[in-house]
């Protein structure tokens, strides 16, 4: 066992050092990819707090590398580990669905019945006459949190399969009518655990 972390065996220097520059790396892009989403929403304190540890598992990893310069297998540990961990941060911004957006929902059938249900699941809609290629349309704007999208997707679906949306980022809010769920908190720690299993 001490032979193993003997920084002179080759199992170290060859097996272990990369696989813990590639873990690094993988915590570290992760954490930074988290963190440029914060910066975005204008999150500060939050940005800060995953930058100190963003950088300092960097350095860590950063140190190994130019310790031992003449090991191929560290280089692609680096390497490997900053793309799995760009892939792992975006997963992990996935789930924790933080924010709001603005759902854009054009019909194409009768939506009377649509806005009726979303008034009624207290969720704040303005609906606008417009005008598409193929004729007159109602076009429903609401702002709700990341969180509920894929129920708002759910009920589209359900009474308007057919439906035109997209989503966009929402940077400020201020006002309005938004749909009163669970608290941010317990609603991201229950997502990011369902989703998990």
């Known amino acids: 066992m001490e032979a193993l972390f003997n920084s002179n065996s080759e199992i170290f220097t060859w097996v272990l050092l990369p696989v813990l520059i590639f873990v690094a790396r993988i915590c570290d892009v992760s954490i930074g990819t988290v963190r440029i989403v914060y910066v975005s929403k204008g999150l500060k304190v939050l940005a800060s707090v995953l930058g100190f540890f963003e950088v300092s598992i960097w350095i860590l990893a950063i140190g190994q590398i130019m310790k031992h310069m003449d090991n191929l297998a560290c280089f692609l540990a680096y390497g490997t580990g900053f ?115």
Not at 131 to 154: A, H, L, N, P, Y
Not at 162 to 181: L, R, T
């Open 83 to 197: 793309a799995t961990g760009n892939y792992f941060g975006i997963m992990l911004e996935e789930k924790l669905s933080i924010g709001t957006v603005i759902m854009r929902i054009i019909p194409r059938d009768d939506a009377s019945d649509l806005i009726s249900f979303l008034k009624s699941q207290n969720f704040g809609l303005t609906v606008v006459d417009g005008e598409g290629s193929m004729g007159k349309v109602k076009v429903i704007f609401s702002v709700i949190q990341r969180t509920d999208i894929d129920r708002m997707i759910s009920i589209i679906n359900s009474y308007n399969p057919n439906a035109f949306y997209s989503v966009e980022d929402v940077k400020v809010v201020k006002e309005g009518i938004f749909h009163k769920g669970e608290s941010w908190l317990s609603l991201n720690i229950f997502n990011f655990w369902s989703k998990k299993r």
